[in-house]
C-alpha cells in the first residue's frame, strides 16, 4: 500500500491512493532533500537537537514548495510522549505567535492545516475520515503506545465530529522495527493495559529483554477502536535498518535529526 514517492527534492512515503481520499495530502518524508549538513543530513526539521534555525527554516520552506502549500499551513505540535489530544475545530483560535501546545496527537476537520509529526524512531500514524472530513495525526513512541494515545485519538474523532470508526482509514509510517527495538522490563510492564501485549513483544534470551512491535501494537489499538483490518495500512519500514531514508534516534546513538509527517485536506 506504500510507495515511495518524489516532489522536487523531496523524497517521501504515500499510502492513500483510493479516489475518496483525494482531498487529503500527505506524505512520511524521509530524511533526503534538504540542506541539513552532518547528523542532520539532511531534510532535518528539528532545532531542538542541534541544528541550525536557518537549515531547519529552509528544509520546512523545501517541503511547503514541494506540496504547494505555505510554512505557515503546519501546524506543529510540541511532542512530550505522553497521550494529549488537541482538537482544532472551528473555534479553535489559532496564532502563528502562541507557542504549540504540548500533546503528542492532533485531530481537525479545518481544511488547509498540516498537522505536522516529527518522529525519528516513534510511530507516526495518520487517521482520515472521508465521510465527516476529519483528519488526524499521531506520534505513539512506546509511552504514548502504552497509553493508548492511538486509541484516544480515534475517540476524540467519533466524540467531537461524530466520525464512524468503520468510516476511518489509517496509516501506520516508518518507525523502529521489531528487528531492532530491544527494550527492557520496565516498558513490558507499561504495556500490562494491551490485553494482547504478548503478540508484540518477542523475548530475548537475556533475561529482563524484549523485542517490540510498535507497529503490531498501534494497529491491534486500531483494531480495538473498531476501524476495519482493511482500511489499516502499515508501512513496515524500519527507520533502523535504513539510515539512508530515515534518521533514527537508536542506530545514530541520539545524535540525530527528525524527519517530518504530515496530512493536511485540500
Known sequence: MFRIAQKASIKYLECFAEKELDFVIHAFCTRQGGVSGGSFASLNVSAREGDGNDHVRLNFESIAAAFGIT????LPVHQVHRDGVWVVDGGTPLSAHDPPPECDAVVTDRPGLALCIKTADCVPVFLVDPVRRVIGAVHAGWKGTALQIVEKAVGEMVQR????????????????????YEVDTG??????NHPERDSFFHARREEGKWMLDLFLANRQQLLRSGLPPERIRTADHCTACHPELFFSHRAQGGNTGRQLNFIMMR
Open 161 to 180: 465530529f461524530g466520525a464512524r470508526p468503520s468510516d476511518l482509514f489509517a496509516a501506520i509510517g516508518p518507525a523502529i522495527g521489531p528487528c531492532c
Open 187 to 192: 516498558v513490558y510492564h507499561a504495556m500490562s
Open 71 to 74: 510554512v505557515s499551513q503546519f
